[in-house]
Structures are given as C-alpha cells and as structure tokens.
C-alpha cells in the first residue's frame, strides 16, 4: 500500500470511527418495557401510543439537551419473566439511559430491582402497587397509589353509593388486584362498612360461576372486583346471567377499551376509580385528547395519557438535571413539583411516588362517562 493510500485509509477509518462515535452521543435512548401482546394488551399498547406521542411532541420541539430522543421499545408479552429479561436487554445490550414502564405492578416489581441495580431510573406510568417504588430510590412512578386509590373507592361507595355490606372478588395472582381489595377494605370498614365475603380466582381463569354462586345469596349489596378488565368483563357477564344484580365495582385496572367489547350491557351503571378522563374539559385535557385523536383515530383511555405524561416528566428531569447521568436525573426526579400533565399535577413525594388526583367514571350507555374528580387528602 502506498502512503497516500494510507493516508486515505486512515482518513476513512478516521472518519468511520468518528461517526461511530458521534452515533453513541447523537440520541438519548430511552427504553420502554410494555404489554404489548397479551392478556393486557391494551394497557402496553395505549401507554406506548402515550409515550409515542409524547416523545414525537418533544424531539419536534427540539428534543432534551440539544439531542433527539430514541425510544427502544420491548414486548413483554403481558408476563413479570419476559419483563425482566427485556429490562436487561435494554439496559446491557442496548445501553439505554433510563425506562419508562410497565403499567401492571407484578411486572413493575420484576423489572424494578435491575433498573436499581444497574442505577437506571425507572418510572412507570400506570403500577399502583406501593410495593414498585420500594424496590430502591431509583424507581419512581406517575400515578398515585393503592393506599389512596382504596380509600376514594371505599368513600365513594359507603359515602355517595351508601352501601353497608359489600363482597369483594379478587385476582391472587395480581399484586395490584390483592393490594387493592385490602386497602379498600380496610377503609370501607373505617367507613362503618361491613366485608361480608372475600372470594378469589386467578388472572386467566375464565370461569367465575362458582364464586359467583357461592356470593348470590349472601344479601350483597354491591361487589367490589379490583381486577384486570379481560376478566373483569366475563365477571360482570357471568353474575348477570346468574341473576347477580347489585352494582359492581372497580379501580383503574378497569381502564380499557375492551371492557366493554366483552361485558356488553352487563356493567352499565358501575363505576370505577381511574386516573384521567377524555371528557375532563379541562383545556389541557382536552388538547391532548384532540392531538391523540389526530394520530390514532381512537379516544385516549388513562393509560395513553399515563404513557404520554411519563415520557413528558422524564423528559422534563433530565432537562432539569442538565444530564442524563442516572443518579443526577434520579434526584432530579426525586425534586418533581407542580409537574402539569393530563392526568393532573404531578408532585412526586419521598417515597418516589405521585401524590395527584384520582377520578371516578361511570358506565353509562357504553360510554365511560366522568363522575367527580377527588383530591389527594
Ligand atoms: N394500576 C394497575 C397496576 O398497578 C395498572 C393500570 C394502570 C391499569 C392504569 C390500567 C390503568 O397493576
């Protein structure tokens, strides 16, 4: 080889490596762990919807600390094992600098303990578990949780349902489902209710005559079911054909469009504690929901706009924290105050969760209608 040769290789390798190394810089990559098949597949695919939406707002904006944002998207299939093996791949093989998900607590709480591991802020939209952000100062969400979403719904019921003696059914194999039905109960008894039966099945069952059965005489006078809208809706069918007709009721996991593509008519009336309503006229809610509309055609649900206001408050900290280094955009989320998405304001308190507003819909010509808006306290 002669010298010039060289001298134009070098140069080309020089400018191969350049760009190499301007690749690794050029982005900030976020990664994103979802239900995006599955069981619960409408929470994965509308807070991605969210989350896309968000992140297409913000790099048209000109992105967070000059750079565009690159979202690495994963399927966890709806399961905690696939979650986890998708949080390793995306923070060692894809060299992400924080991860915004899951929305269901079980898979939150296998995802979580290797983004703290690795010291990669996590922050999931939609787990309402207290037991997610106690994995370690890493974790953070933008919802409220259990604790608070059991206790609108017991006040709700004893105070504006005025209901004594309720029966609940519960998923045990649900960390979300289980913590529910006890913080509800707990507060429904503080309230003067009375639990006067405490059933339960598995996430997939199909069948739920038999616990069904064994509630129908029993003198209910409701029953609350802190469950996943797949088997939420055959519940709801299932005690209607069995002459079950006291109202029914339910939290957040309830927030899908399937609901009600499976229940028919079988919860008209029932309520639900969810995180944001479409109707809210509230004008930020209501230029989101123009904007999601534009974009996909269908009405945004809590977990869209869950999906949209985590990718906005991650982005938010890391631009705060003039850096995407993991611990300085853990403090800087750590630090979130008066942080205004569509679900309300966001202020995340020292156990890393957000303390904001829950609303309670109701289903009413098979629409999900907004009820009332309650407040933290
Ligand atoms: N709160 C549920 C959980 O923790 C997930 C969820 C959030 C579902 C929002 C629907 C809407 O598992």
């Known amino acids: ?54 992140i297409e707002e913000i790099n048209a904006a000109g992105g967070v600390l000059g750079k565009q944002i690159e979202l690495i998207s994963e399927d966890d299939q709806s399961k905690p094992e696939e979650g986890a093996t998708v949080v390793n791949k995306l923070i060692h093989r894809d060299g992400v600098v924080a991860i915004l998900g899951e929305v269901a607590s079980s898979i939150s709480l296998a995802g979580a303990p290797i983004c703290q591991e690795a010291k990669i802020p996590m922050l999931s939209s939609g787990s309402t578990n207290p037991k997610v952000t106690k994995v370690g100062d890493f974790i953070f969400r933008t919802c409220f949780i259990d604790p608070f979403q059991g206790k609108v719904l017991a006040k709700f019921v004893a105070d504006s349902l ?163 280094e993991g611990e300085k955009v853990r403090d800087a989320l750590a630090q979130t105050q008066g942080f205004q998405g569509v679900t309300g304001t966001v202020n995340i308190d020292a156990e890393r969760n957000a303390s904001k507003s829950a609303v309670i819909l109701q289903i009413r010509n098979g629409e999900h209608e907004f009820f009332a808006t309650v407040n933290p306290n």
């Open 1 to 54: 080889m002669n010298f010039k040769n060289y001298l134009l290789l070098a140069a080309l390798g020089l400018t191969i490596s350049s760009c190499a190394g301007e690749k690794k810089t050029d982005t900030i990559k976020i990664g994103e762990y979802a239900s995006l098949t599955g069981p619960t597949a409408s929470f994965g695919q509308n807070s991605h919807n969210g989350i896309l939406l968000a």
């Open 162 to 324: 005025k209901l004594k003696k309720v029966a609940i059914l519960r998923d045990i194999k649900n960390d979300y489902s289980v913590g529910l039905a006890d913080f509800f109960a707990e507060n429904f008894k503080q309230l003067g209710g009375e639990i006067i039966a405490d059933q339960v099945y598995s996430a997939q069952d199909k069948d739920f005559k038999a616990q069904l059965t064994a509630l129908k005489e029993i003198g209910m006078e409701g029953i609350c079911v802190p469950g996943y809208y797949n088997e939420v809706s055959l519940i709801a069918r299932q005690a209607r054909e069995l002459g079950i007709n006291v109202p029914l009721f339910g939290g957040d996991g309830w927030s899908s469009p399937k609901l009600l593509e499976v229940a028919g008519n079988s919860l008209e009336g029932a309520f639900y504690v969810e995180h944001f309503s479409h109707k809210d006229p509230n004008p930020v809610v209501q230029d989101f929901v123009k904007k999601y509309k534009a974009k996909y055609n269908s009405e945004p649900d809590g977990m869209s706009a869950l999906g949209y206001d985590s990718a906005k408050l991650m982005a938010d900290a890391m631009t705060r924290a003039g850096s995407t």
